[in-house]
C-alpha cells in the first residue's frame, strides 16, 4: 500500500447513494491508482528548456497535440529524448488527461529531462487535484442545468480532465450493485485498477437501474458520464 498523510480529509468527495454517504478523497484514489500521492509538487522556473528549445521552436506553447506529431516525425537527437517526450505525452494522456487546446507548462518539459526526478514526482498529487476538479464541475455543469430552462438545441458539456477512470474503480469496490452489473473481476491486483474491466455498451437506463433508490443522486449521473464516455 502506498502512503498517504492527506488526514484532514478536507478536500474529500463525499456522494449520497440512497441513505448511505461514500468518501472519494486522495487516500482512496492513491489506493486505486498506486500513484505517488505525498509530497510538493512545487517546480522551479527553469529558463533554460533544453527540449522545448530543441523540439518545439518556435512554438509559443506546446499542446498535447503537438507532443504526439514530434513523436510520430520520430526525429530525435538520441532515443532519450523519445523516451522523454513519450513519458510526458502519456502523463497528460491518462493521469492529468487535458483538452488539446491546454498548453503543457514549460516546467513540466524541464522535469522530463531528468529521468531520476521525474519519477520521483509526484504525479498523483495532480492527478487527484485535476480529477477532484472535474467533478466538482460535473455536478455544479448538472445542478446548473436544472436551476435554469434548457433551449431546445442546448447542450451540457462536461469539460473532463485528470484521470477519471480512478472513479469508476472506486465505485466498484464501493458499490457491489454496480460492479456486478458492469464489470468483471479478475484477480486481487494492487494497484487496485488492475482488478477491474469494464462492460461495452453501458446505456444511462441500465446505470439508473442499477440503484434500489428512485431519487436523483449525483453518483449516478457522474458514473454514466465515465462509463458512457
Known sequence: MRLTNHLGMGDALWFEVGEDLGRFSINEFCLITGMKCVGSTHLALVVDNRLMTRYFSPLRGVLREHLKLQLSNVNFDDDNDAIKLSLLYMIFCIPLANANSVNIDPKYFSL??????????????????????????????????KRRPLKKFDKIHYNIVGFSHALLVWAYESLPTIAAKF???????????????????????????????????????????????
Open 112 to 145: 522530463a529531462d531528468n529521468l531520476a526526478e521525474f519519477n520521483a514526482f509526484p504525479w498523483g498529487v495532480l492527478s487527484w487535484e485535476a480529477t477532484r476538479a472535474t467533478i466538482c464541475n460535473v455536478v455544479e455543469n448538472r445542478l446548473s442545468s
Open 183 to 229: 464489470t468483471t473481476k479478475y484477480v486481487e491486483a494492487i494497484p487496485r485498477m488492475l482488478s477491474w474491466t469494464s462492460a461495452d455498451n453501458v446505456k444511462f437506463d441500465d446505470v439508473m437501474s442499477a440503484f434500489t433508490v428512485k431519487e436523483e443522486k449525483h453518483v449516478i449521473y457522474i458514473l454514466y458520464i465515465y462509463l458512457c464516455k
